[in-house]
């Protein structure tokens, strides 16, 4: 299994970023893809995760009204677009992935990890 992020950069306060993340080795759709960031210093945080299914949870401060997550199962890939971006939005995004069902915010429950990509929100 390899994921792969892609999309992040330098961008103003709220302007907008689209994360995507490829994934490649999985059977079926039965798994779940989930985006966290790490700022420094600070612990890896959940932000939102999607099921085969298209069902979403979103965790991180006021992130189910500026993040949406949505997902491409003929692509094999998932999308968080980030809108109206803060200064606290700047971190390492990961995406990861946990075949099954389960919505987990702990990223100790997920598997697999792509490299990570870097959003800096600053003027």
């Known amino acids: 299994v390899q994921l792969v992020e892609s999309g992040g950069g330098l961008v103003q306060p709220g302007g907008s970023l689209r994360l995507s993340c490829a994934a490649s080795?999985?059977?079926?759709?039965?798994?779940?893809v989930g985006w966290f960031r790490q700022a420094p210093g600070k612990e890896r945080e959940g932000v939102s995760c999607?099921?085969?299914?298209?069902?979403?949870?979103y965790w991180a401060d006021s992130a189910n009204v500026r993040f949406t997550i949505s997902r491409d199962n003929g692509k094999n890939t998932v999308y968080l677009q980030m809108n109206s971006l803060k200064v606290e939005d700047t971190a390492v995004y990961y995406c990861?992935?946990?075949?099954?069902?389960?919505?987990?915010?702990?990223?100790?429950?997920?598997?697999?990890w792509g490299q990570g990509t870097q959003v800096t929100v600053s003027s």
């Open positions: 999607i099921g085969g299914s298209g069902r979403a949870t």
């Open positions: 990861a992935a946990r075949m099954g069902l389960g919505h987990y915010s702990d990223f100790r429950q997920y598997d697999y």
């Open positions: 080795g999985f059977t079926s759709d039965n798994y779940v």
